[in-house]
């Protein structure tokens, strides 16, 4: 099992910059990926980025040449450096991992963008 725990959320303007941490602790040698999601109000959990353990990126058209996801190894934190930030960057961020077939989601950090 892996737990996780997100940090970094906050209140920024439009066009500024935040980094998102997401600390893993548990089975985190068995982890096969780990990317953010986010959940805007009133609409569905949506991926933003996801990052796997042999390097390969995925991200979400929306966050495409502003957000970046990184991690340099299983013992370090996992990262998600947004800038260029958009009010519709606005939402609940959630870290996730895939280990063993399950995935772990930590509880969430807020990021808020205001226009």
């Known amino acids: 099992q892996v737990h996780l725990v997100e940090s970094g959320g906050d209140l920024v303007q439009a066009g500024g910059s935040l980094r998102l941490s997401c600390a893993a602790s548990?089975?985190?040698?068995?982890?096969?990926?780990m990317g953010w999601y986010r959940q805007a109000p009133g609409k569905s959990r949506e991926l933003v980025a996801v990052l796997s353990t042999r390097g390969a990126t995925t991200y979400a058209d929306s966050v495409k040449g502003r957000f970046a996801i990184s991690r340099d190894g299983a013992r370090d934190p996992l990262y998600l450096q947004m800038n260029s930030l958009k009010p519709e960057d606005t939402g609940v961020y959630y870290c996730?991992?895939?280990?063993?077939?399950?995935?772990?989601w930590g509880q969430g950090t807020q990021v808020t963008v205001s226009s």
């Open positions: 548990g089975n985190i040698y068995a982890i096969d990926s």
């Open positions: 996730t991992a895939l280990a063993e077939g399950t995935y772990s």
